[in-house]
Nanobody, 124 residues
Framework: QVQLVESGGGSVQAGGSLRLSCAASGRTFSTYDMGWFRQAPGKEREFVAR????????LYADSVKGRFTISTDNAKNTVYLQMDSLKPEDTAVYYC?????????????????WGKGTLVTVSS
């Protein structure tokens, strides 16, 4: 019922920036809160950030706080993840996620829908 399509991944040097986009569609997507997770090679998928569609409630993992910004564009049904001051340890596949209520979106167990992911590679 909800489709999520990520874009914007790529390769960047440490200290650089990237912006990821997640286009949401489906009859019920607006009833879900949105988040970003990432999975580095050999590691478990982990929470990065979450937001509600009004943009009034955001939460970040400690590892990205102050460097990443999550936002929404309701007119475009799109969620963004602006990533600045990137570090090699940010290298991962980044996944867009939808779940509800918003407080469950800090765990993969709280996710109802996943995008297919987009690869971010940060070189030193």
């Amino acid at each position: 019922q909800v489709q999520l399509v990520e874009s914007g991944g790529g390769s960047v040097q440490a200290g650089g920036s990237l912006r990821l986009s997640c286009a949401a569609s489906g009859r019920t997507f607006s009833t879900y809160d949105m988040g970003w997770f990432r999975q580095a090679p050999g590691k478990e998928r982990e929470f990065v950030a979450r937001i509600n569609w009004s943009g009034g409630s955001t939460l970040y993992a400690d590892s990205v706080k102050g460097r990443f910004t999550i936002s929404t564009d309701n007119a475009k049904n799109t969620v963004y993840l602006q990533m600045d001051s990137l570090k090699p340890e940010d290298t991962a596949v980044y996944y867009c996620a939808a779940g509800r209520p918003i407080w469950v979106l800090t765990s993969t167990h709280g996710v109802d829908y996943w995008g297919k992911g987009t690869l971010v590679t940060v070189s030193s």
